[in-house]
């Protein structure tokens, strides 16, 4: 059932688009750094400081209604001790003002300095980056207050560089999803790939789905018990044939199908079946 593979995605359009954003790095004053809040520390860039340099950036977290939000708080407020701006948002519901006021704050000091330099003020140019599917695309949605980017959930979704106008005092430099060259940690690509930021075409499922049922029994044992009354993972086998009985995910003559139940983890695990979820943890 799995080939214990090793993930590693850095398509050249991840290359080309860190090698852009270097470009238009002059054009920028401020970066958001979008995150997911089910994952709020395996989906931070791990080489991103290299990219924006000393920019003065705000930590968006996107998805916090999905998240549990006891475990990524707890990540916020070590991200806030660090130094960050942090702002947590709920896309579907929420409101982007508290953003949109934090950013024209820091643009207000950054004119304040150029018009001591003798320079005119402007409007901020904010560059938006993250890894695939955190939400960029229903970010700058919401920012705008119209459908004015595609929006997939399939990595690799956004293929170019574009800019967008919020309103008169903020245009954004749109980013396609990007990661980093080599996945050391394994638990952070399996991670990555659980939540789709990782293309399903390089992955092995039956791995991915081990990996979501271990952190389901290792964090939310209640959900597992409550979605396929699994009490022991011992064995994925036959862990494998409970869900296959429970769900009817069988071929002829009554045999479980492993790929039917993979699939079914899969579906009940995008579709937020298991409950509102975070698999990182401060170490």
Same mark, same amino acid.
């Given at each position: ?18 090698r852009e954003i270097g470009e238009q790095l002059n054009l920028v004053d401020i970066v958001y750094e979008v995150i ?147 996945? =050391? ?8 790939? @659980? #939540?789709?930021? $990782?293309?399903? *075409?390089? +992955? ?58 993979? =699939? ?8 937020? @079946? #298991?409950?509102? $979820?975070?698999? *990182?943890? +401060?170490?």
């Amino acid at each position: 059932m799995s080939d214990g593979k090793i993930i590693q995605w850095f398509p050249g359009h991840m290359a080309k688009t860190k090698r852009e954003i270097g470009e238009q790095l002059n054009l920028v004053d401020i970066v958001y750094e979008v995150i997911d809040a089910r994952m709020p520390l395996s989906s931070k860039i791990i080489d991103i400081d290299n990219l924006i340099q000393n920019k003065p950036r705000i930590l968006v977290v996107t998805k916090y209604d999905l998240c549990d939000k006891t475990e990524t708080d707890k990540i916020l407020s070590w991200y806030k001790d660090n130094g960050y701006y942090v702002v947590a948002l709920d896309l579907m519901n929420g409101n982007v003002q508290g953003l949109l006021n934090l950013t024209n704050d820091i643009m207000d000091e950054i004119n304040q300095k150029r018009v001591l330099k003798g320079l005119k003020e402007r409007s901020a140019r904010v560059l938006i980056l993250g890894a695939p599917n955190v939400g960029k695309s229903t970010l700058i949605n919401r920012l705008v207050g119209k459908k004015s980017a595609g929006v997939g959930n399939t990595p690799g979704f956004t293929k170019n560089l574009s800019w967008i106008r919020v309103n008169p005092k903020i245009e954004l430099l749109d980013t396609p999803g990007i990661l980093w060259p080599k996945m =050391d940690d394994q638990e952070v690509a399996k991670t990555l790939a @659980a #939540f789709s930021s $990782i293309k399903e *075409d390089i +992955l092995n499922i039956d791995d991915i789905c081990f990996f979501i049922i271990s952190k389901l029994f290792e964090y939310y044992p209640d959900r597992l018990i409550e979605r396929y009354d699994i009490t022991d993972i011992s064995d994925m086998i036959i862990v494998y044939e409970m869900i296959g009985k429970k769900r009817g995910a069988l071929s002829r003559g009554g045999i479980v199908d492993y790929e039917k139940v993979s =699939d079914i983890i899969m579906n009940d695990f995008k579709s937020g @079946a #298991f409950g509102k $979820i975070t698999f *990182d943890r +401060l170490k």
